[in-house]
């Protein structure tokens, strides 16, 4: 099986089971524990749409709820289902799915031609355009605007999975099983509260599947794992995986979609599709964690520029290079992590730094390793049109207000970094008054209007020490008070 950007011996897949699936209609690999975006890379793949009103080319930006543009269609079970994201579709056996928004293909879009004409075709040109005459809007205009509208396409057919829904109560609900979900839970656990713990994702461990942490002498992964087992031996907890909290409602009344069978080819007789829980809780515990920033530049939507973080997940989770000549654009250490990693496995990156002389232990375990780093440097430009093939880079100012002389460098990606916000969504839900924190240049939880307190990365506090003093001395107060 021919996977080129797949590393040997990386990863938390099952290289021991091997799946096919169907991407516009053409053949491919991956194994189990892949997403279908993890796979497409894997297998060279990064265009997989086009934008909705120019149609430019789009690939992968994201590794999870991050993901703004691969959107598919997907077909599973004799049913099909619009606007799935690659990033959070796991791999099954027989999997199919196309690219939306494009016709006849992905590769020869004619749509794109909007792209060719953007000067004529401004925001908000058609509240004049399809306004005279007043005749055309019934025969031309309407059915136009309805065959342009959406995405993918929602099907007619009766749906015949089942669904369910749930009544549940406990004395905390954790969102996250980060750092700080696993550390409050366990504490809140020890104590006998009836804990309901609930992860998005497949895997349980939040950044700890993806940073090189020691806790206890043990890696992040390790640990998680050992939290996570001994957690579901308790009778007082409750433990869920691809289950995402969405809705945070009045008198702590959440609402929680779980996956039951999204991730199998055939949805297991007397199992639901999807179940949908509504918990009553007497304290929510926020661990949603951190959203990497994006980095404003020319042609910054092209394919195969992405997240660092997201990068570095394709590597350590899925074992998959997003590119073998990377450049890696940021303004804080963290893109310095992807860098090492790629330098890890054999690749060579080039990392630019928008700061002047920036100095911390990564940074120095970077120069020793021998990344290429160029301080005070940014990215003008991306250059290619379905993929990335080169950027324009340029020196920058102290000020930040001038370029100096402009150089086109070759790279297949460009991984970028502008530093973290954190996920503040269920917090803003509650009514919570957020407030803005100067030192990160983002807004964090503030005031309080429910029962409910903000962890770790979602309030703001990157420190893995930091992170799991607070969050045992949280769980295990919490718990004391509403047990």
């Not at 992040?220 to 907890?237: C, R």
């Not at 969405?246 to 702590?252: A, I, L, R, T, V």
């Not at 803003?428 to 990365?457: C, H, M, R, Y």
Request: proline share 4%; aromatic share 12%; net charge positive.
């Amino acid at each position: 099986m021919s996977q080129k950007f797949r590393i040997e011996n990386v990863g938390l897949i099952n290289r021991d089971k091997k799946l096919s699936f169907k991407f516009n209609g053409k053949t491919y690999y991956g194994y189990e524990g892949d997403t279908l975006a993890s796979a497409l890379i894997a297998n060279g793949v990064h265009l997989v749409g086009r934008s909705f009103k120019y149609h430019r080319p789009r690939g992968f930006f994201g590794a999870g709820v991050d993901e703004p543009y691969a959107i598919v269609q997907l077909y599973r079970n004799g049913e099909t289902e619009p606007n799935i994201k690659a990033t959070e579709q796991e791999l099954f056996e027989g999997l199919e799915a196309k690219s939306v928004n494009c016709w006849p293909s992905v590769n020869f879009d004619i749509g794109a031609i909007n792209n060719f004409l953007k000067i004529f075709l401004p925001a908000g040109f058609y509240y004049k355009t399809f306004m005279w005459p007043k005749s055309f809007w019934y025969w031309i205009y309407e059915p136009f605007i309805r065959k342009a509208a959406g995405l993918g396409v929602a099907s007619i057919k009766h749906d015949k999975e089942r669904y369910e829904h749930k009544y549940e109560y406990c004395d905390l609900l954790i969102a996250g099983s980060g750092p700080s979900g696993l550390a409050s839970a366990y504490a809140a656990a020890n104590n006998g509260a009836k804990i309901i713990l609930a992860e998005d994702k497949p895997r349980f461990g939040g950044s700890l599947l993806t940073s090189d942490v020691n806790i206890g002498n043990q890696s992040g992964k390790d640990w998680a794992d050992g939290i996570i087992a001994e957690l579901k031996t308790m009778p007082n907890v409750v433990v869920k995986n691809r289950s995402q909290i969405f809705g945070y409602y009045d008198h702590n009344m959440l609402v929680m979609s779980e996956n039951v069978s999204d991730h199998l080819p055939k949805t297991k007789k007397y199992h639901p599709n999807k179940r949908l829980w509504y918990i009553r809780a007497k304290q929510v515990l926020i661990s949603s964690g951190s959203i990497e920033r994006p980095i404003v530049f020319g042609n910054n939507d092209t394919p195969g520029v992405m997240l660092s973080s997201a990068a570095k997940e394709y590597l350590k989770v899925y074992g998959v290079l997003v590119g073998r000549n990377p450049l890696v654009f940021t303004n804080n250490d963290s893109g310095y992590e992807t860098a090492i990693e790629f330098k890890k496995h054999g690749v060579d990156p080039i990392v630019l730094d928008s700061r002047k002389n920036p100095e911390s232990e990564i940074i120095s375990e970077a120069k020793n390793l021998g990344i290429s780093i160029k301080n005070s440097y940014v990215v003008v430009a991306a250059q290619g049109y379905k993929k990335v093939k080169s950027a324009d880079i340029a020196s920058i100012s102290d000020d930040k207000k001038q370029l100096g002389k402009m150089e086109n460098v070759k790279c297949d990606c460009i991984c970028v970094s502008g530093f973290w916000t954190p996920t503040i969504h269920l917090a803003s839900q509650s009514g919570n008054k957020t407030k803005f924190k100067e030192e990160i240049d983002a807004f964090v939880p503030g005031q309080s209007k429910q029962s409910e307190i903000t962890l770790g990365a979602a309030n703001g506090v990157f420190s893995l020490e930091e992170t799991l003093k607070t969050s045992f001395a949280a769980g295990s107060e919490l718990s004391k008070k509403n047990n």
